[in-house]
């Protein structure tokens, strides 16, 4: 399995608080991933970055903030949590910006915001 | 833009039945797809993948060929077993490369 931790697994907090989520990677991969899965709609792309300090955004980005100092590591932060933003997060790896390349998951986090 | 859309679950089966998940894709290009396969409490893996027309991507006795005529991609699998059971996600991939779009998933039930 791809060496991916996300942090926490689980977390329960209130509107209005800001909640930051962790993807920390083993592989060295360059490009990194935030998807929210949500009932009836598979995944959506939040943000990616394709390199230190290099981001760009995805389909649902609005609410949405990331930030990459490291290869290693990858934040999402919701800066006030909405309850609309309730969902599992799940933080994917690959190795190059390719489409041939596969992408790798971590086993998610679970958000509800109260 | 690109959408990827498959069939409602849950579906439903006995073992050693015959599985067809569908999945057809609106796509510019050539785009290249996917199927991931989701278990309980875990995130998605890769089941198997087809990057051009006619391509067959095969994986665990699961199989699915690229068909761009009709644009679908079909998962199949002649057998299934109770350990099949999970959530099943067509994808497929931006010309750029840095982007996967999903369908919404179908669930596999597999019986006893």
């Known amino acids: 399995d791809a060496g991916i931790t996300q942090s926490p697994r689980h977390k329960v907090t209130e509107t209005g608080t800001p909640v930051t989520l962790r993807c920390h990677q083993t592989?060295?991969?360059?490009?990194m991933y935030w998807y929210r899965q949500d009932p009836g709609h598979g995944l959506r792309l939040i943000h990616y970055?394709?390199?230190?300090?290099?981001?760009d955004k995805g389909e649902v980005s609005d609410g949405y903030s990331v930030s990459r100092s490291k290869t290693e590591d990858f934040l999402l932060t919701l800066e006030s949590a909405t309850s609309s933003q309730t969902s599992v997060y799940f933080c994917a790896i690959s190795e190059m910006g390719d489409s041939n390349q596969p992408q790798h998951f971590g086993d998610g986090t679970r958000l509800s915001i109260l | 833009g690109n959408s990827v859309t498959q069939m409602e679950g849950p579906v439903t089966l006995s073992e050693e039945a015959f599985l067809t998940i569908n999945c057809t894709y609106t796509?510019?290009?050539?785009?290249?797809l996917f199927w991931y396969v989701q278990y309980p409490g875990e995130g998605l893996q890769l089941l198997l993948k087809?990057?051009?027309?006619?391509d067959k991507g095969s994986n665990k006795g699961f199989e699915a060929t690229y068909r761009k005529e009709t644009t679908s991609f079909h998962l199949e699998k002649g057998s299934v077993q109770v350990s099949d059971s999970a959530v099943y996600f067509c994808?497929?991939?931006?010309?750029?490369?840095?982007?996967?779009?999903f369908g919404g998933g179908t669930r596999l039930m597999v019986k006893p």
């Open positions: 994808a497929l991939g931006n010309n750029a490369g840095n982007m996967l779009t």
């Open positions: 087809a990057t051009k027309a006619d």
């Open positions: 592989e060295n991969h360059r490009y």
């Open positions: 796509a510019t290009g050539y785009p290249s």
């Open positions: 970055s394709y390199g230190v300090k290099d981001t």
